[in-house]
């Protein structure tokens, strides 16, 4: 059963439970509150195949950085628990079995998509960006932001302005969550010689930087409202969630000690949005 539990944690299911709920819950206003309990189920499941999968190859890869991390030394790979080729195996595997669910129960582009973000993960943040800039979060971060595309477009059959703007609330929120991570754990980073930004350029450039993604985040959250896909309820919930981040981020520059809770806000800013936009065709 330990075994068990060591391969089940290569997948990191907690944060591919966020980018499932990122991806279901877009489909119900994009279905305008009704999407097909296929098409619902073949993104619940292809979606946590490639977000898994693709987390099972970053562990295979970074397995060495893993090793020097007082928060990950304990993982199975550097523990030398689990095989490291089994992490690549499985992480190719559930990545063909993400796309072939995809398109069997929604259509090719969520499937495209979907195998789109597990290789910009893989190869470009991974791969390339992790060890190599300090804005390796910023790009690489368009990986965590593409389940809303794959939702969206699992229930339109296409891309629109709404799915974009998405897309960006996830692709701006990154850097304030990672590098609030990043800030708490920047000794592990530095022992490690991950070029995270406060390693490179010092808390306070992290900081400055996060206030200005926070911004465009709440301001981009917004979107849905203007194209018509969400109501006054929802143009509320992100005002009111958005002045947050963008207060607490503010806090976090000015004052000491706020980090960590800019850090635990981010996660609920992200799940309440969606949810609230989820249940926007419900509420108007």
Request: with cysteine.
């Amino acid at each position: 059963m330990s075994r068990l539990r060591d391969y089940f944690s290569l997948l990191k299911l907690r944060v591919v439970l966020l980018l499932d709920a990122t991806a279901v819950g877009v489909m119900i206003p994009a279905a305008h509150g009704h999407p097909g309990l296929v098409s619902v189920m073949a993104v619940l499941v292809g979606g946590t195949f490639a977000a898994g999968g693709a987390h099972a190859i970053n562990c295979w890869f970074d397995r060495d950085i893993d090793a020097e991390m007082n928060r990950t030394r304990r993982r199975p790979l550097p523990s030398g628990r689990i095989p490291a080729w089994h992490a690549l195996v499985l992480g190719v595997v559930l990545n063909v079995a993400a796309f072939v669910v995809l398109w069997a129960g929604a259509n090719l582009l969520a499937a495209v998509l979907a195998l789109g973000g597990t290789l910009v993960y893989v190869f470009v943040y991974t791969f390339w960006l992790k060890r190599l800039t300090p804005h390796n979060i910023v790009i690489g971060g368009a990986a965590g932001a593409m389940p809303p595309l794959v939702g969206w477009a699992a229930a339109t059959g296409r891309l629109d302005l709404t799915a974009l703007a998405l897309f960006g609330v996830v692709f701006f929120w990154t850097p304030p969550h990672f590098w609030a991570l990043a800030q708490m754990l920047k000794n592990d980073y530095a022992r490690a010689h991950v070029p995270m930004l406060p390693v490179v350029a010092g808390d306070q450039s992290a900081k400055r930087q996060s206030l200005v993604y926070a911004v465009l985040t709440a301001a981009v959250s917004l979107v849905p409202f203007f194209t018509g896909a969400a109501g006054p309820v929802y143009l509320a919930g992100a005002i009111v969630l958005g002045a947050g981040l963008v207060g607490i981020s503010l806090l976090d520059l000015e004052v000491r000690g706020w980090t960590r809770r800019l850090w635990r806000y981010s996660m609920i800013y992200v799940g309440v949005l969606f949810f609230v936009f989820a249940v926007s065709p419900f509420l108007s």
